[in-house]
């Protein structure tokens, strides 16, 4: 019930202020909270189940951290860096990677820490929802992709990108598959905002809210550090997401079957 409310809540809300052109953020206490994020928790505190909030906060689990931080950095060195090395990727402006590369490094846990209430709110209300269902990941990933489904649709003379849609849903599949499991939130959300700040920084975005909230404040277009082959400039979050997916879905499987055989 939560998930439709919320679906309904936020897709109403959000293209009404979209089509003003109003913020959909809310900042509270310093803190910006994007409306599909917050409301959906508003909503699950209705439901009074405070010792799941207070569960998850105290719940830390270093060693997944560890290899999930691990994997996903060391899995996206090698990607790009073959990319590099075989002419089919390159930097686009030695002077601007010092310029922003550098203090995007110094500034990265800052944002993560300013998009950590957030991430923990969605968090906690897949955690809770996932509980209510047999086949929860279907549920989970069709509740995560319509979340931002009004941002998707066309307004006065924008056109509806395949690609766009395409990326979107990968980069949705991947986040569902990170929060669905039965881990450490505090893993699940660092490596949620790892993959989109990697992406960001990487292969650059034009929207502005993501930009805002994840690399620099100070601006409204970022066309990435690298540049990619024409080949493959079109196939390059999609191919990331993919691979992603696939590396996460392995150490997932290996980790719960060595769980079950140590039970």
């Known amino acids: 019930m939560i998930l439709l409310l919320s679906l309904i809540l936020v897709n109403g809300l959000g293209y009404l202020l979209r089509y003003y052109d109003l913020d ?3 900042i509270i206490l310093g803190f910006r909270f994007h409306l599909s994020l917050i ?30 931080l691990s994997m996903l950095l060391v899995s996206s060195i090698l990607i790009f860096g073959s990319l590099i090395l075989i002419k089919k990727a390159d930097f686009s402006d030695p002077d601007f990677f010092y310029e922003l590369g550098l203090s995007s490094l110094i500034d990265m846990p800052i944002y993560f820490i300013w998009n950590l209430p957030q991430l923990f709110m969605i968090g906690i209300v897949i955690h809770n929802e996932r509980e209510k269902y047999k086949f929860s990941f279907p549920i989970i990933f069709l509740f995560l992709l319509l979340l931002f489904a009004y941002e998707f649709i ?3 003379k924008e056109k509806l990108l395949p690609f766009n849609i ?10 569902a598959l990170v929060f669905i499991q039965r881990k450490n939130l505090y893993a699940s959300a660092l490596t949620v905002f790892l993959f989109i700040w990697i992406l960001v920084l990487l292969t650059g975005s034009t929207n502005i809210s993501v ?3 994840i690399i620099a404040k100070n601006f409204d277009e970022w066309e990435g550090f690298l540049e990619f082959s ?4 079109n196939y390059i979050s999609l191919g990331f997401s993919g691979l992603m997916i696939i590396l996460f879905s392995i150490y997932f499987f290996v980790t719960r079957t060595r769980i079950k055989a140590n039970e």
């Open 24 to 26: 959909r953020f809310i």
């Open 39 to 68: 409301l959906p928790f508003i909503l699950f505190l209705f439901e009074k189940k405070f010792h799941l909030i207070k569960k998850q906060i105290k719940n830390i689990n270093w060693r997944e951290i560890i290899n999930q």
């Open 154 to 156: 066309p307004m006065n």
């Open 166 to 175: 395409y990326n979107y849903a990968a980069y949705v599949l991947f986040i």
């Open 211 to 213: 930009i805002k909230n």
């Open 230 to 233: 024409k080949i493959i400039v």
